[in-house]
């Protein structure tokens, strides 16, 4: 009974108003700082109109442009799939009215493309079914991963007075220019921001570095070399991550204070690629063994020596995945906050992550500890979106041989 074309395709157009409904009215919420709220039964019902209309009628432009316009009157008039707020502004009301019917009219189209008024084959049904999930997919996870750094952005964006008067108001005023960066000066005038940046990248660096210089030939020798125990070793190589980080915890601190490394610079240094070692084993040895054997051998006999084939010949072919694990490390290491937070105590040596953490506090406004989010997030995001076609690259290069 479902795979009938005048069932599925109202079923997949209320469903699918429902989706737009609640993106439109959190956006609109967000953007304007304005009351917007999706009505789950109505959308069900204009939605469910709206797809069998499409279904019966065709899905030409004017049947297109008449459910536009009914829906854009249904939501004026207060009856359609998404209530405003007595308080709302004209613009905002028809601006609302106008998103939401627009992009449920262009997107509802695509999915019922292939939905005739009569019985549907498995083909026509799984697939409309296939793209309503695909674009709630697009939606959904497109708002977990946007909405906490859109709120992140406009909270850092506001003053005092403004957090005080609206705090879930994220809309701004661009009139005020360079003042609303002002949260982002005082970090680096007062906080020290730019001693943060600089420690949290010279570590990231060093940790790159120091992770390269052992994984290398310790993947090497996993993937090339025989000798006793090297399929244990293999298997067991990320077997510290099943140890939880807060476990131990305490051991290092003790360690380390017994050594002098707590509140060092190069504490932090050493203890951070003990870290991110195992996991660069584990990535390169996988790519070296997808390495053709042939080439190193060829070198051996031309009378190189190990070290000379690994240096002029295994890494040379391995750049993209060196690439794709040195930009894994430099991530883990940036973001790192547990081992620093617990190691540092001396603003002056605080990573940016530790400098972020003594912004909690009830003394200093909400607005500089997102301001210092959005500096800690924007340079990695920066960096990994810049070279995430050599991660991509690096990750898969070793996964067939050959």
Known sequence: MIRQGYITGPVLGGLWLFVLSVTVAVAMSFGTGEAFRPS???????????????????????????????????LIAGIGPMFVGPDTSGFAKVFGAILLSASFVLSLTPILKEIIPGALNRHEFEGAVIRFLTGFGYIFFTAIVLIPFYVMVMTSLKNQSEMIQNPLDFSIDPSKGVELFRSYSELFTQFNFGTYLFNSFSISVLTVFITLAFAIPGAYAVARLRFRGRAAFSRSILLIYMVPMIVLALPIYIAFSMTGLRNSFWGIVIIYPVTTIPVALYMLQGYFRGLPGEIEEAGLMDGLSR????????????????????????????????????????????????????????????????????????????????????????????????
């Open 307 to 402: 070290l000379a084939v690994i240096w002029k010949i295994t890494l040379p072919l391995s750049l993209p995945a060196l690439a794709s694990v040195s930009l894994y490390v430099f991530m883990i290491a940036w973001n790192e906050f547990l081992l620093a937070f617990m190691l540092l105590d001396d603003p002056s040596k605080f990573t940016l992550t530790r400098g972020i953490a003594s912004l909690n506090s009830s003394e200093i406004p909400r607005q500089h500890l997102m301001a210092g989010s959005v500096i800690a997030t924007v340079p990695i995001m920066a960096l990994f979106l810049g070279l995430e076609r050599f991660m991509t690259k690096g990750l898969t290069a070793g996964s067939v041989k050959g």
């Open 40 to 74: 789950l039964i109505l959308s069900l019902l204009w939605g469910g109109l709206a797809g069998g209309a499409m279904v019966a009628l065709g899905r030409g432009r004017a049947v297109q442009a008449g459910v536009f316009c009914v829906l854009v009157v249904a």
